[in-house]
């Protein structure tokens, strides 16, 4: 079992920049490719960015390339997410997901997942 929880979310402007953590507990978690999703209201979940569990593979939504970096720490217990430049169609629930293929959580399938932080960005 993985148990997955998110933090840094908030209110910033456009233009800003937040950090995102997903913190790991369980068993083998660094085995797991983690993935980070969003929903705004009356939207479908999205995918964001996913790193692969060495950390040697990163995959981005357009939308975000070249704005949001996503790292792991040496010991592979936390994921990180840097958004910098934010706008206000960042706005949205942000949820880490964690899979042992990093291609399943490009395609919105994972097995295990987070409660979400939200982040909003004023224009």
């Known amino acids: 079992q993985v148990h997955l929880v998110e933090s840094g979310g908030g209110l910033v402007q456009a233009g800003d920049s937040l950090r995102l953590s997903c913190a790991a507990y369980?068993?083998?978690?660094?085995?797991?490719?983690i993935g980070w999703f969003r929903q705004a209201p009356g939207k479908e979940r999205e995918f964001v960015s996913a790193i692969s569990w060495s950390g040697g593979t990163v995959y981005y939504a357009d939308s975000v390339k070249g704005r949001f970096t996503i790292s792991r720490d040496v010991a592979k217990i936390t994921v990180s997410l840097q958004m910098n430049s934010l706008k206000p169609e960042d706005t949205a629930v942000y949820y880490c997901a964690a899979d042992l293929e990093i291609h399943r959580l490009i395609g919105l399938m994972y097995d295990y997942w987070g409660q979400g932080t939200q982040v909003t960005v004023s224009s």
């Open positions: 369980g068993r083998a978690f660094s085995n797991y490719a």
